[in-house]
């Protein structure tokens, strides 16, 4: 098992050297994330729940092929392990892991501000690998190169150059580094002074206090863990050993935070947890167990304590499984398929959610699901064994599935719908600064439009499947054998553009690629050109400024 690294992008890690060192002392440490879209996430159970906070207990459902995480809902931080969540930055595998690598602080009854300093102590690291250590040597898109963090700018470009490897030659990346030990050893001090002085005090940098994301982790997470579950789950997993992830005192955790940034920067050693891949597996299982337990009646309880020491004691997630769906036979609990769902594979068990996945896609992709409606679940099960570690959406990569395995007009509705659900972000610049005040007059394409082949009148199908419900009658018939050719965009202000395009257009406006080229050069007439132009899909490289 211990080749598997479930949900961790290889690429992602490779972005600069501080991710590469957190991918070699995570594997070391055998950890691994858990996907956020193939994981069930159970409801905070009631009396876990701050009283004035009824928000943070359930789960929002999808949103036109999105699944939302909240804050405080789904991140603890004595779980080992991470999420991988598709709509998020790159730099969050770093983040996630680099959080497993320091670990938590739980002594049982603690007071509030030991939580609060615990959860600030355990976001120290992660956080100024974020803002710093991961930004030196970090490949940035042409706006960006050097200009550091982008804070809660999202820029794609960004995302996709800095997959290409670390650059090497950033000249800012001396100065980060040094820049993101000053703030560790600020935000330490301030910890050391907030304990001497029994307050939680403020060190803020740029938008962000830990301070005060300490206090609303300590607001959210507090009752749970004063529970009895959450400390019969401390004395089963992180008793006694002291490689497991989990330190008593705060003194401990700032130490362990100093030898973790030691290892990322230094090259110092760091000796990889005790527990392995299998025990992290164990550990998120028997969590989930003692969350439904709290929410159980006694003689169910029983039945779901004798679960959890079976697993603390190395039982198989397969007799887990088994022995849960009995209880489930007996009592009223959640599903066996749901609460097993933990987001990766397992051996013997279903780790993965087949009902989540496909009411995301029903969510985004209607008309393909309709299309194929009796093998959906079929499909979807093939599609989640496959599913890459890719921060793309989710229809996207469903998309790009079915082209592989099934191209036809299935794959193409699907590639349809998913461009319609997601369209590439628009282009302020282009529709602000127009045609008219061009400088010369090159033209490239803009990054606000797709052009997208299909072996099928595309458009026509879905209206027909619209109308009917089913594919059938003549409308269809002409529709499934028509290629066409489509571009969709949406410019800033407006309303997504669908425009209906010849074979020698899409193939025109492919062949430039990125490229900055003079129009009359690309084979289209003036009028096609003007087209273009109008509907913004071709914008010119550069703008006069008098
Ligand atoms: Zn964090
Ligand atoms: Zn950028
Ligand atoms: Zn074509």
């Known amino acids: 098992m211990s080749r598997l690294r479930a949900n961790v992008s290889s690429k992602e890690l490779g972005r600069t050297p501080v991710s590469q060192r957190v991918g070699e002392l995570s594997m070391a440490s055998e950890l691994f994330l858990s996907h956020f879209e193939h994981r069930v996430h159970l409801a905070v159970p009631d009396q876990w729940l701050p009283p004035d906070r009824p928000d943070l207990g359930g789960m929002l459902p999808w949103q036109a092929g999105v699944l939302p995480e909240s804050k405080y809902h ?13 709509g998020h930055r790159a730099a969050w595998t770093t983040h996630e892991l680099c959080h497993r690598l320091v670990g938590f602080a739980f002594r049982p009854g603690s007071s509030p501000l030991y939580h609060a300093l615990a959860a600030r102590v355990a976001e120290v690291l992660p956080t100024a690998t974020w803002y710093f250590f991961d930004e030196a040597h970090l490949r940035r898109c042409v706006a960006h ?8 700018v999202h820029c794609q470009a960004c995302e996709e150059v800095a997959l290409a490897g670390p650059w090497l030659e950033d000249p800012t990346a001396q100065r980060r580094l040094v820049e993101g030990r000053a703030f560790v050893a600020r935000e330490l001090e301030a910890i050391t002074r907030s304990r001497t002085l029994g307050r939680c005090l403020p060190h803020a940098y740029a938008t962000l206090d830990l301070a005060s994301d300490g206090l609303a982790y300590a607001a959210a997470q507090r009752v749970r863990l004063e529970s009895p579950e959450f400390r019969g789950f401390i004395e089963r997993f992180f008793e006694g050993t002291s490689g497991t992830g989990r330190v008593e005192s705060l ?6 935070v100093l030898d973790v940034q030691a290892a990322l920067l230094d090259e110092a050693p760091l000796a990889p947890w005790l527990t392995r891949q299998e025990d992290y597996v164990a550990q998120d299982l028997a969590w989930r167990l003692c969350s439904v337990a709290s929410e159980s009646d006694e003689e169910a309880n029983e039945g779901l304590r004798a679960i959890v020491d079976d697993l603390a004691e190395g039982g198989l997630p397969a007799a887990a499984f088994e022995a849960y769906q009995a209880l489930h036979r007996d009592f009223i609990l959640p599903s066996a398929e749901d609460v097993f769902a933990v987001g990766y594979a397992i051996p013997g068990v279903a780790g993965r959610s087949v009902r989540q996945i496909l009411e995301g896609l029903e969510s985004v992709l209607p008309s393909t699901l309709s299309l194929i409606a009796d093998e959906a679940a079929e499909t979807v099960e093939a599609f989640l064994e496959v599913d890459p570690t890719l921060r793309r959406p989710l229809a996207r990569r469903f998309a790009t599935y079915l082209t592989e395995t099934r191209p036809g007009p299935v794959a193409d509705l699907a590639r349809y719908e998913a461009a319609l659900a997601h369209p590439p972000p628009p282009d302020p610049e282009s529709d602000t600064l127009g045609i008219r005040h061009a400088l010369g007059g090159h033209r490239r394409r803009s990054t606000a439009f797709e052009v997208l082949h299909f072996t099928c009148d595309v458009v026509a199908l879905a209206s027909a499947l619209d109308d009917a419900g089913e594919l059938g009658g003549e409308a269809a018939e ?3 054998s028509t290629p066409s050719h489509l571009l969709i965009g949406r410019p800033a202000h407006g309303e997504l553009v669908i425009s209906d395009v010849t074979a020698l257009t899409a193939h025109a406006l492919l062949a430039m690629g990125d490229a900055s080229v003079d129009p009359s050069t690309m084979g289209l007439s003036r009028g096609e050109i003007a087209a273009l132009e109008a509907i913004g899909v071709l914008v010119p490289s550069a703008w006069r400024c008098e």
């Open 251 to 256: 003194d401990d955790l700032c130490q362990r």
């Open 145 to 152: 190169a050097g200009r550091g963090p982008t804070f809660s």
């Open 478 to 480: 002409a529709a499934l």
């Open 74 to 86: 789904h991140f603890r931080l004595d779980s080992m392990v991470g999420s991988f969540h598709p």
